[in-house]
């Protein structure tokens, strides 16, 4: 393949990829909560899912000094 159509491809193909993550931000931007209540929630449950991972972990990891 020649380089310049190499090049042509390369930008080509480096256009599409800006495209989608314009479109993925956007898409990510649209799904934030903006209600201090979802921050709230989510919060809460990031709280209960640590507390179930340390209450789950072996004894026997525990009674290591």
Excluded: N, Q
């Amino acid at each position: 393949m020649r380089p310049e159509t190499h090049l042509a491809l390369h930008h080509v193909r480096a256009a599409e990829l800006r495209s989608e993550a314009d479109a993925y931000r956007l898409a990510a931007a649209a799904r934030r909560p903006r209600h201090p209540r979802h921050l709230r929630t989510r919060l809460g449950w990031a709280l209960v899912e640590v507390g179930l991972r340390l209450a789950a972990t072996p004894k026997a990891a525990a009674a290591i000094p």
